[in-house]
């Protein structure tokens, strides 16, 4: 068990659908990544905050944003869904500074 | 094309046996490799990582790193059916506040 928590496991919605992934850091971690895994592509990183602010950005949509609130926990939304978002989104958290990001268990999230 | 390249295998070794994994990867700058294990169904985590050129122990791993060839190695001796994983490589710059880019992955087999 890494320490991070997301919530939900998985989640099926439908295409043009809004959803909203949840993740809890570790304790003391200031530093939350969102990553997106499919078959196709690999992991990829989409954004890192830290201490509740946009650090880095990577190849994330724009119908997908996130934020990191007070008390460090993040959320991830991805709005208008298609097909092709299907897949796995694993938040890390890491304190700063460390080559360690320690992984959650994954929303896997299925677009019909 | 990626800036990290890896071959997603599968790769099926017995029991005993030395497993090789590569990576290669397109971007100069990049100071800092790691290597990740994901189980199925789970999150990534970390292995090893490493600074610059040079090469790691730990235990039954042993990572390498060749910065004139931009070439990334994991070594596992003494192979066990536990070590049947995905095994990731990745890469960050040094002030990249941690943004990682992977490898695809290569699935390894371990049969008893």
């Known amino acids: 068990d890494s320490g991070v928590t997301q919530t939900p496991k998985h989640l099926i919605t439908a295409t043009g659908q809004r959803v909203t992934l949840r993740c809890s850091p570790r304790s003391g971690d200031l530093s939350v990544y969102w990553y997106q895994q499919s078959l196709d592509q690999g992991l990829q990183f989409l954004i890192q905050?830290?201490?509740?602010?946009?650090?880095a950005k990577g190849n994330i949509l724009e119908r997908f944003s996130a934020q990191q609130f007070p008390d460090l926990h993040s959320e991830l939304n991805l709005s208008s869904l298609e097909l092709g978002d299907s897949a796995l989104y694993f938040c890390a958290s890491s304190v700063v500074g460390s080559n360690e990001q320690f992984f959650g268990p994954g929303t896997r999230l299925t677009v019909l | 094309q990626k800036e990290v390249e890896q071959d997603p295998g599968p790769l099926s070794v017995p029991e005993g046996a030395i497993v090789s994994l590569n990576c290669t990867y397109s971007n100069s700058a990049f100071q800092y490799f790691m290597w990740y294990r994901q189980y199925s169904r789970k999150g990534p985590e970390l292995l090893m990582y490493?600074?610059?050129?040079g090469n790691k122990e730990d235990g039954r791993f042993t990572a390498q790193v060749d910065k004139s060839s931009k070439y990334i190695s994991l070594f596992i001796r003494d192979s066990q059916p536990s070590d049947s994983a995905t095994y990731l490589c990745?890469?960050?710059?040094?002030?990249?506040?941690?943004?990682?880019?992977f490898g695809a992955g290569t699935q390894v087999v371990v049969t008893p």
């Open positions: 990745a890469s960050r710059l040094t002030d990249s506040w941690g943004k990682l880019q």
């Open positions: 905050y830290y201490n509740g602010e946009e650090r």
């Open positions: 490493t600074y610059s050129s």
